[in-house]
């Protein structure tokens, strides 16, 4: 008998090549999906096999290098928001406890002569894997461009029109992140590979990850996992799109737990890429979405404001 989806499944193809009612079908159920779990799993989402098979590969690459080289990678001042950070140091917002990860981090090329491009430092090239930055840039475009169809739905849903995000992410701040949880060698103190939490972003895509270990919680307090099938990616809400929606769309509780004890041996490696919008875009709950029953939850702020108090509170930004 097979298993119960943790998460609804939506095919893109319904929505980019599909008849207005093939559109419409889509925009439901992703509708659904983010207003009910806040998760989703996506197939025909436009993003090569082949393109992710490479950036794991060079991912793979590159946390195998000694730690005295990737040490070069990790820029100080930059909140770990370009290149390497080091073990440990990010940790939940509501924790002191560093996460049982490492990771790279790879922002925006900006196209064009916008004036955005002075607000975002450069990407790290790493020396000793040529093709890594490159490869992660390419699946960055990618990504962006199948984040936006996302969105896009979205906005029609809200009834803001289907070009209501695509100012506001072109040239955005979006971060594409390889996560390395390296083995565990050890019984942890407290620690997990990822502590629970939510995304800061407008959406998170997530392609499957080498192994198993993502839990949701759903609205019964239930954790669930979650199994990508085959050519599947996930797709999350983030703190900014329920920002946005004052809460009606919501940014679900997840986490990434250690697998058992005879599979400590095992790394794991994820590559999610957080979509993000420009700095300036204002995060003001959309007046629809505040009603008597569902009165507004949340001040003014723009992207770039709520991004430094959230880096600030997960220990990346002193």
Not at 85 to 90: M, N
Not at 203 to 217: D, K, M, N, R, Y
Not at 230 to 250: A, C, F, H, P, S
Request: proline share 5%; with cysteine; charged share 25%.
């Amino acid at each position: 008998m097979a298993k119960k989806r943790a998460i609804p499944l939506v095919d893109l193809n319904q929505f980019t090549k599909g008849e207005e009612k093939d559109k419409k079908t889509f925009i439901k159920k992703l509708a659904v999906a983010f207003h009910e779990i806040g998760f989703v799993g996506v197939v025909n989402h436009g993003i090569p096999k082949s393109l992710v098979a490479k950036f794991y590969d060079e991912s793979n690459k590159f946390f195998a290098l000694p730690i005295e080289k990737k040490l070069k990678y990790e820029i100080q001042g930059l909140s770990g928001q370009r290149g390497y950070t080091s073990f440990g140091k990010e940790h939940a917002k509501h924790s002191k406890v560093g996460d049982l990860k490492e990771f790279f981090q790879i922002g925006q090329e900006v196209v064009g002569k916008d004036v955005i491009r002075k607000e975002y430092p450069k990407n790290v090239y790493v020396r000793e894997r040529p093709l890594f930055l490159s490869t992660g840039t390419k699946l960055y475009k990618s990504f962006e461009k199948s984040g936006s169809h996302l969105l896009k739905a979205i906005a029609i849903h809200l009834g803001l029109g289907d070009q209501y995000f695509t100012q506001k992410i072109k040239n955005g701040n979006s971060i594409l992140r390889a996560i390395y949880y390296p083995p565990i060698s050890q019984e942890p103190e407290s620690a997990i590979r990822s502590e629970q939490h939510e995304d800061i972003n407008l959406i998170t895509l997530l392609v499957g990850a080498s192994a198993g270990g993502l839990q949701v919680l759903n609205l019964n307090h239930e954790w669930l996992d979650v199994v990508p099938e085959k050519d599947e990616i996930v797709i999350n809400v983030g703190d900014m799109l329920q920002r946005l929606t004052n809460n009606y769309l919501i940014s679900t509780t997840h986490r990434v737990i250690n697998p058992p004890k005879e599979d400590w041996h095992k790394p794991r490696l994820s590559i999610p890429f957080f979509l993000h919008p420009r700095s300036e875009m204002d995060l003001s709950c959309i007046s629809r979405t505040v009603t008597a029953s569902n009165p507004l939850q949340y001040p003014p702020i723009t992207a770039g404001e709520y991004l430094s108090e959230r880096l600030t509170e997960i220990g990346l930004k002193k």
